[in-house]
C-alpha cells in the first residue's frame, strides 16, 4: 500500500495526512469484512516536485524534512493497519552528476534517515519487517541500491544489513544487467530476501510493463531460486 494510493502527486502534507486517515478507515473496515492486511507499506517520497532531487539523499534540506514527516505518517499507518512489513521506496535516491555530488555524506544522509525510521517504529511497537528497494536507475539517472550485492555492502556500511531486507523486481534487475533469478540467489544467499514484485520483464522497453509474468522459462527459474534458497522467510509475493 502507497501512501499517496488516494491523493494527488502535489499535496501538502496536512492534505496528504487528512486523505489518508480517511482511507485507513476504509481499509480498517475492510480489514475486518476480509481477514487480509497489508503485506506492506510505504511512503512515495518520489513523485512530489519537492523530491526531484532525491528525498533522503537530497540537497534540499525541505525535501529531507518532508519526506522524514511523510515517512513516520506511513509507519502510523503500517502499525494502525497492523502491515506485516514497511518498504522504503527510493526512486530517485541518487544522483544525475557526479561532479557536484558528495556521495558518502548523501548515503550517510540516507541511512540516518533509515535509522530514525526503524527506531521510531520500534518505539511506537511496529514489529514487521523493513524493506528498501533494488532499483539501479529510473526516475533518477544513477541510483545507490543498484542491485543486490551492492545494496548489501551499503546497508552494511550503513549499519542497517541486519534489519533491513531487499525488495526484488524482475526489471530492475534487467536495468542492472542481471536477471531476476539471479538477484533472488543472491539475496537469499545473504538471507535477505524480503518480498518479490513480478512485473513482467521486458529487457527492450524502458519502463516496466504493468502486466503478468509469461515467460515459463524465466518463471520457473525464480521459483527454482527461490525454494532452493530456503523460501520466504517473510514477505511474499506482490504485483505492483
Not at 493497519?81 to 544522483?95: A, D, I, K, P, V
Not at 544513477?142 to 525488495?167: G, S
Not at 513482467?200 to 521459483?223: G, I
Request: charged share 25%.
Amino acid at each position: 500500500m502507497h501512501d499517496q494510493d488516494a491523493v494527488a502527486e502535489d499535496v501538502t502534507l496536512e492534505e496528504l495526512f487528512e486523505v489518508n486517515q480517511r482511507y485507513q478507515n476504509y481499509l480498517r473496515q475492510k480489514m475486518k469484512e476480509t481477514g487480509i492486511r497489508p503485506l506492506w507499506t510505504t511512503a512515495n517520497t518520489v513523485t512530489h516536485p519537492c523530491y526531484g532531487g532525491g528525498s533522503g539523499t537530497a540537497a534540499s534540506l525541505q525535501a529531507y524534512l518532508r519526506a522524514a514527516a511523510q515517512i513516520r505518517g506511513a509507519l502510523d499507518a503500517a502499525i494502525d493497519l497492523g502491515s506485516e512489513g514497511f518498504m522504503f521506496w527510493g526512486g530517485r535516491e541518487g544522483y544525475e552528476n557526479q561532479w557536484d555530488t558528495d556521495m558518502s555524506l548523501e548515503l550517510a544522509n540516507r541511512g540516518q534517515l533509515v535509522r530514525m525510521a526503524i527506531d521510531y517504529a520500534r518505539r511506537k511497537g511496529f514489529q514487521g519487517k523493513f524493506y528498501v528497494e533494488v532499483k539501479p536507475a529510473q526516475p533518477g539517472r544513477y541510483q545507490y541500491f543498484y542491485d543486490v550485492a551492492t545494496t548489501r555492502t551499503l546497508l552494511h556500511e550503513m549499519r542497517l544489513d541486519k534489519e533491513v531486507l531487499l525488495t526484488l523486481d524482475a526489471y530492475h534487475a534487467a536495468m542492472s544487467g542481471r536477471t531476476l533469478a539471479q538477484e533472488i540467489h543472491d539475496a537469499c544467499k545473504e538471507k535477505a530476501l524480503g518480498t518479490l514484485d513480478v512485473n513482467q520483464n521486458r529487457y527492450a522497453l524502458d519502463y516496466e510493463w504493468e502486466t503478468v509474468p509469461a515467460y515459463l522459462e524465466e518463471v520457473t527459474l525464480c521459483m527454482y531460486e527461490l525454494l532452493r534458497g530456503g523460501g520466504f522467510t517473510c514477505g511474499g509475493i506482490t504485483f505492483d
